[in-house]
Nanobody, 115 residues
Framework: AHLVESGGGSVQAGESLTLSCEASGFAIFSCGVGWYRQGPGKEREEVSWMDSHGHASYVDFVKGRFTISQDVAKNTLYLKMDNLQTDDTAVYYC??????????WGQGTQVTVSS
C-alpha cells in the first residue's frame, strides 16, 4: 500500500484547504482510511476516519469544520478543512488500515495557519 498526500500550504485563519491522498496498491473503498496530524511539539493524533462501509468519524476539535470523503474512481481520499485555526497547524498524514496489509502512512503534508 502506498499513499501520497498533497494540498498542504500556508493560509490565514478562517480560510480553507483541501488535502488529497492518492492511494496505490489497494482499493481505498475496501479499507479503513483516514487522516492524522502532528503539530509542533505534539504527538500524532487522529483527525478523521472513514471505515470500509463509508462511515465517517471526526474528533471533537474538527467537527463541523473538516469533511472526509473519497473518490473511488480516482482511488483518492480527501480532507476538506474549513475555518482553519492556528491550532490546526501541523503535518497532516494520510493512513490506511487494510485487512492483510500493514498499517500504511503517507509522507505527510504541511499545513500552516497564521492569524
Amino acid at each position: 500500500a502506498h499513499l501520497v498526500e498533497s494540498g498542504g500550504g500556508s493560509v490565514q485563519a478562517g480560510e480553507s484547504l483541501t488535502l488529497s491522498c492518492e492511494a496505490s496498491g489497494f482499493a481505498i473503498f475496501s479499507c479503513g482510511v483516514g487522516w492524522y496530524r502532528q503539530g509542533p511539539g505534539k504527538e500524532r493524533e487522529e483527525v478523521s476516519w472513514m471505515d470500509s462501509h463509508g462511515h465517517a468519524s471526526y474528533v471533537d476539535f474538527v467537527k463541523g469544520r473538516f469533511t472526509i470523503s473519497q473518490d473511488v474512481a480516482k482511488n483518492t481520499l480527501y480532507l476538506k478543512m474549513d475555518n482553519l485555526q492556528t491550532d490546526d497547524t501541523a503535518v497532516y498524514y494520510c493512513a490506511a488500515n487494510c485487512v492483510g496489509l500493514p498499517f500504511a502512512w503517507g509522507q505527510g503534508t504541511q499545513v500552516t495557519v497564521s492569524s
